[in-house]
């Protein structure tokens, strides 16, 4: 085969520039910043928060430039694919990244540890998202995977004399890696049952015949729980509640919305690319996954005291009503990638401004309980306003956005005309009603009840707080409007031209 | 081509990675046992690659190689980390977050 290698004449594949952009953009500033951390050590401190987030607006450029143009685009046979959905979810990642900025700026810089590697990772992680959503291939899959967790470990782990933060960090790796190194298994598998690593090349191999063998079984089944330990589906949650409690918060708001977002991309690409003529074998999992998560998640929210620790478990729930529709890719594939595309870009607005919320409470109060969130009107009436819209949000209750997304993905499971997806309809609607008792205990204290030290004094919020807080809120009120951004795309022209 | 013992073999690697990660408490024993589960998918991707004679098996697995040494780069990064903070490498010692 060397021999082979040596004779043939090598022809660099073709590449289209434009397509690969928003990725070179972030790589570029990425470099960028570690190379100005390196030479220039404390003195490029300051510049490292508004070089981060110039580094995401840029990349907004190509990718609003791409979204104008508007022709799929194609690279590497397949492996790397440019159409509405890859570019919607390019901009939610980047927009979260964004907002994770604004989060972080004061907190990192009021710590004494290190700043620039900070944004650095943070960087680094989005590249590997953003290439995530355009991954058509199992190889391209894995390594944008592995580049969006290896940074986000280090984040956790980021305030690094801190024994809570080094646990947080050190349970996130070993499930993470531990998780990443099952589901390559899973994909070897498949590959060897295929012949291919092409999504769309394996969907042509498993579709044949009536029953799927037992060797691509076995893979889907350890691909998919892969992916349920990164967007934390019952029963591979257990990480998330500590690892959120004990990473700085800016990186919490971050695991539990972009990474959780990049795990249900991946999923949603193998899923609906490459596996969409296996529904059989994928379906009945998905329903289980997404019944379990939704109901473990909210009755072990009821009992938490801190708010971290019950935003952890909603998001467990709120994981658990976005895997729902893809109960049902069979009958309705369409309407099922809507949904979760819906309810992703809805639930990043809502959980981010959450965490917002959450960050400027602990400047005075420095404590996440939740008995510390009574009479939060009486001293800061705009954030209890700001939290109240987040909370029922998350609790579905219209007309806000997390109403509008329970709403698209009750649709895909009737839409689909049969038992299971009714049946899973209905656990929907009687979670949304168990997760409302836990939401609106923090609100009934935030309006009703008394400061439990007396202490009036007003929260200093800085204004890229403000600005995040700002920004989410607006995008949460604007979707429940019904702004439909789910009817963009037909799930066969997803593996590209 | 006798592919079934390179299967055998690399599900046998798998399940004992498995039990040890599940297992064993000592950092550097998880991080070992973690290397043979991607150790056991290389010898898959080999095995599937050669059958086929199709080059995409080997890339992938030395993508794998690439990726695992980032990420025991971390995991005894973590670790020592650990071993500064509390003199101890034993995983069943963080309990400090619970609830």
Same mark, same amino acid.
């Given at each position: 085969?060397?021999?082979?290698?040596?004779?043939?004449?090598?022809? &660099?594949?073709?590449?289209?520039?434009?397509?690969?952009?928003?990725?070179?953009?972030? #790589?570029?500033?990425?470099?960028? #910043?570690?190379?100005?951390?390196?030479?220039?050590?404390?003195?490029?401190?300051?510049?490292?928060?508004?070089?981060?987030?110039? +580094?995401?607006?840029?990349?907004?450029?190509?990718?609003?430039?791409?979204?104008?143009?508007?022709?799929?685009?194609?690279?590497?046979?397949?492996?790397?694919?440019?159409?509405?959905?890859?570019?919607?979810?390019?901009?939610?990642?980047?927009?979260?990244?964004?907002?994770?900025?604004? #989060?972080?700026?004061?907190?990192?810089?009021?710590?004494?540890?290190?700043?620039?590697? *900070?944004?650095?990772?943070?960087?680094?992680?989005?590249?590997?998202?953003?290439?995530?959503?355009?991954? &058509?291939?199992?190889?391209?899959?894995?390594?944008?995977?592995?580049?969006?967790?290896?940074?986000?470990?280090?984040?956790?782990?980021?305030?690094? &004399?801190?024994?809570?933060?080094?646990?947080?960090?050190?349970?996130?790796? !070993?499930?993470?890696?531990?998780?990443?190194?099952?589901?390559?298994?899973?994909?070897?598998?498949?590959?060897?049952?295929?012949?291919?690593?092409?999504?769309?090349?394996?969907?042509?191999?498993?579709?044949?015949?009536?029953?799927? @063998?037992?060797?691509?079984?076995?893979?889907?089944?350890?691909?998919?729980?892969?992916?349920?330990?990164?967007?934390?589906?019952?029963?591979?949650?257990?990480?998330?509640?500590?690892?959120?409690?004990?990473?700085?918060?800016?990186?919490?708001?971050?695991?539990?919305?972009?990474?959780?977002?990049?795990?249900? /991309?991946?999923?949603?690409?193998?899923?609906?690319?490459?596996?969409?003529?296996?529904?059989?074998?994928?379906? $009945?999992?998905?329903?289980?996954?997404?019944?379990?998560?939704?109901?473990?998640?909210?009755?072990?929210?009821?009992?938490?005291?801190?708010?971290?620790?019950? !935003?952890?478990?909603?998001?467990?729930?709120? +994981?658990?009503?976005?895997?729902?529709?893809?109960?049902?890719?069979?009958?309705?594939?369409?309407? +099922?990638?809507?949904?979760? %595309?819906?309810? #992703?870009?809805?639930?990043?607005?809502?959980?981010?401004?959450?965490?917002?919320?959450?960050?400027?409470?602990?400047?005075?109060?420095?404590?996440?309980?939740?008995?510390? *969130?009574?009479?939060?009107?009486?001293?800061?009436?705009?954030?209890?306003?700001?939290?109240?819209?987040?909370?029922?949000?998350?609790?579905?209750? $219209?007309?806000?956005?997390?109403?509008?997304?329970?709403?698209?993905?009750?649709?895909?499971?009737?839409?689909?005309?049969?038992?299971?997806?009714?049946?899973?309809?209905?656990?929907?609607?009687?979670?949304? %009603?168990?997760?409302? *008792?836990?939401?609106?205990? %923090?609100?009934?204290?935030?309006?009703?009840?008394?400061?439990?030290?007396?202490?009036?004094?007003?929260?200093?919020?800085?204004?890229?707080?403000?600005?995040?807080?700002?920004?989410?809120?607006?995008? @949460?009120?604007?979707?429940?409007?019904?702004?439909?951004?789910?009817?963009?795309?037909?799930?066969?022209?997803?593996?590209?031209? | 081509?006798?592919?079934?013992?390179?299967?055998?073999?690399?599900?046998?690697?798998?399940?004992?990675?498995?039990?040890?990660?599940?297992?064993?408490?000592?950092?550097?024993? /998880?991080?070992?046992?973690?290397?043979?589960?991607?150790?056991?998918?290389?010898?898959?991707?080999?095995?599937?690659?050669?059958?086929?004679?199709? /080059?995409?098996?080997?890339?992938?697995? !030395?993508?794998?190689?690439?990726?695992?040494?980032?990420?025991?780069?971390?995991?005894?990064?973590?670790?020592?980390?650990? *071993?500064?903070?509390? &003199?101890?490498?034993?995983?069943?010692?963080?309990?400090?977050?619970?609830?």
């Amino acid at each position: 085969m060397l021999a082979l290698l040596a004779s043939a004449d090598f022809v &660099r594949p073709p590449i289209d520039w434009h397509a690969a952009a928003p990725e070179l953009t972030l #790589l570029g500033f990425g470099a960028l #910043l570690t190379m100005m951390d390196i030479g220039w050590l404390e003195k490029g401190r300051k510049f490292a928060a508004p070089l981060a987030s110039l +580094a995401l607006l840029a990349t907004m450029i190509p990718i609003i430039t791409l979204a104008v143009d508007g022709n799929d685009r194609s690279m590497f046979g397949g492996a790397f694919v440019v159409d509405n959905y890859s570019l919607i979810m390019k901009a939610m990642f980047v927009l979260a990244g964004y907002v994770v900025v604004l #989060l972080s700026t004061n907190y990192i810089a009021e710590g004494d540890y290190w700043e620039n590697e *900070y944004y650095g990772l943070l960087l680094s992680s989005i590249l590997g998202m953003v290439l995530m959503a355009s991954s &058509r291939d199992l190889i391209s899959i894995f390594v944008a995977l592995e580049l969006l967790s290896i940074p986000a470990y280090l984040l956790a782990t980021w305030r690094k &004399r801190d024994l809570r933060s080094n646990e947080a960090g050190l349970k996130y790796y !070993l499930m993470g890696v531990f998780a990443s190194a099952v589901m390559l298994y899973g994909m070897s598998l498949l590959y060897g049952s295929t012949g291919s690593t092409l999504l769309s090349d394996i969907n042509a191999a498993v579709s044949r015949g009536a029953d799927p @063998t037992a060797v691509v079984v076995l893979g889907v089944v350890l691909v998919i729980v892969g992916f349920a330990f990164k967007v934390s589906a019952f029963p591979f949650h257990t990480w998330a509640p500590d690892t959120y409690e004990g990473a700085p918060t800016p990186v919490t708001a971050f695991l539990s919305v972009a990474s959780k977002a990049a795990g249900f /991309v991946a999923l949603m690409n193998i899923v609906f690319v490459g596996l969409l003529g296996r529904d059989d074998v994928v379906e $009945p999992l998905m329903w289980v996954l997404a019944a379990a998560s939704m109901t473990a998640g909210n009755v072990m929210a009821l009992r938490q005291t801190n708010i971290v620790r019950m !935003l952890a478990y909603s998001g467990v729930a709120q +994981a658990g009503y976005m895997l729902a529709p893809l109960a049902v890719i069979g009958e309705v594939p369409d309407t +099922a990638l809507g949904a979760v %595309v819906t309810y #992703l870009v809805i639930y990043a607005a809502m959980n981010l401004g959450a965490f917002a919320v959450v960050m400027a409470v602990a400047r005075k109060t420095r404590s996440a309980e939740i008995a510390d *969130y009574r009479g939060l009107f009486q001293y800061a009436p705009g954030l209890t306003v700001a939290m109240t819209i987040f909370l029922f949000s998350l609790a579905g209750i $219209p007309p806000l956005g997390g109403w509008f997304a329970k709403f698209r993905v009750i649709e895909a499971l009737i839409d689909a005309n049969n038992a299971s997806g009714v049946v899973l309809g209905v656990v929907v609607a009687v979670n949304s %009603v168990i997760a409302l *008792y836990y939401y609106a205990r %923090v609100g009934i204290g935030m309006w009703a009840e008394e400061v439990p030290d007396g202490d009036l004094r007003r929260v200093d919020v800085p204004v890229s707080l403000v600005a995040a807080i700002g920004i989410t809120a607006i995008v @949460t009120i604007v979707f429940g409007l019904g702004f439909v951004v789910g009817d963009f795309t037909d799930v066969s022209l997803l593996a590209g031209g | 081509m006798f592919l079934n013992q390179f299967l055998l073999l690399a599900a046998a690697l798998f399940c004992i990675g498995v039990y040890g990660v599940l297992v064993r408490k000592n950092g550097i024993l /998880v991080l070992m046992s973690i290397e043979i589960i991607l150790n056991a998918v290389n010898i898959n991707l080999v095995a599937f690659g050669s059958l086929t004679d199709d /080059v995409a098996g080997e890339v992938f697995a !030395l993508f794998t190689i690439a990726v695992a040494a980032a990420e025991v780069g971390i995991g005894l990064a973590i670790v020592l980390l650990m *071993y500064r903070n509390r &003199r101890s490498i034993d995983f069943s010692e963080a309990d400090l977050l619970k609830g």
